[in-house]
């Protein structure tokens, strides 16, 4: 059974960074595509950044240039840096790993950004 575990989540004040990580368990990290994305209060989850295994990468156009995703296959983890948070920021991040029709899902870290 693949479980995904994040942590990472804090904290911040705006312009300040945080770290997310994604470690998986269960399964080859390599396998699959990962993704980090994020709900926050009364809004709809959406994507933040992703992953291929080939190392294809895009970012939602409210991130580009502030935040990086990256994955070591070797540890079995994805990570998400946050650089220049905005109060806009804050949410529930998840991670998630896809593979055609599947897909799963971490538990999720609380980001706070505060003006």
């Known amino acids: 059974q693949v479980q995904l575990v994040e942590s990472g989540g804090g904290w911040v004040q705006a312009g300040g960074s945080l770290r997310l990580s994604c470690v998986v368990s269960?399964?080859?990290?390599?396998?699959?595509?990962a993704g980090w994305h994020r709900q926050a209060p009364g809004k709809q989850r959406e994507s933040v950044a992703s992953?291929?295994?080939?190392?294809?990468?895009n970012y939602a156009d409210s991130v580009k240039d502030r935040f990086t995703i990256s994955r070591d296959n070797g540890r079995n983890t994805v990570y998400l840096q946050m650089n220049s948070l905005k109060p806009e920021d804050t949410g529930v991040y998840y991670c998630?790993?896809?593979?055609?029709?599947?897909?799963?899902w971490g538990q999720g870290t609380q980001v706070t950004v505060s003006s």
């Open positions: 998630n790993l896809e593979r055609g029709r599947f897909t799963s």
């Open positions: 269960g399964s080859i990290l390599s396998f699959y595509t």
């Open positions: 992953i291929t295994g080939g190392g294809s990468i």
